[in-house]
């Protein structure tokens, strides 16, 4: 659980995948005063569901699973931790400029049955 230090990054892949970036600022448990940022990655769907609804500062809680991947930069080798994303949970009321726009989601296209 963590605040998001910046609105996520979304970019579409080679293959036509969606994926954001984030970063949260954790707190850490017996030292209030310092946080470990932690990066974290959301594909396809729940890419979609980060750019939506989750801007800079907001609480959320996020599921998934630790992934380690290395790369080569300038000669050297570059090691990235990162939390693939697997469920994201809001931690925090909703924003009051933002209850109106979630409150219905959809379109005068959409055929309802009420």
């Known amino acids: 659980m963590g605040r998001l230090t910046?609105?996520?990054?979304q970019r579409v892949?080679?293959?036509e995948k969606q994926v954001s970036t984030f970063t949260l600022a954790v707190n850490r448990r017996y030292e209030k005063d310092k946080a470990d940022f932690i990066n974290v990655v959301a594909w396809n769907k729940l890419s979609e569901f980060t750019q939506?609804?989750?801007?800079?500062?907001?609480?959320?809680?996020?599921?998934?699973?630790?992934?380690?991947?290395?790369?080569?930069?300038?000669?050297?080798?570059?090691?990235?931790?990162?939390?693939?994303?697997?469920?994201?949970?809001?931690?925090?009321?909703?924003?009051?400029?933002?209850?109106?726009?979630?409150?219905f989601v959809g379109g005068p296209e959409d055929d309802l049955p009420f």
């Open 6 to 9: 910046k609105d996520p990054e």
């Open 52 to 103: 939506r609804y989750l801007t800079k500062g907001r609480q959320i809680v996020v599921s998934g699973r630790l992934q380690v991947r290395d790369y080569e930069k300038d000669g050297h080798k570059v090691y990235v931790s990162e939390v693939i994303a697997e469920e994201i949970y809001f931690a925090d009321s909703r924003p009051k400029e933002e209850e109106t726009q979630i409150n």
């Open 13 to 15: 892949t080679q293959s």
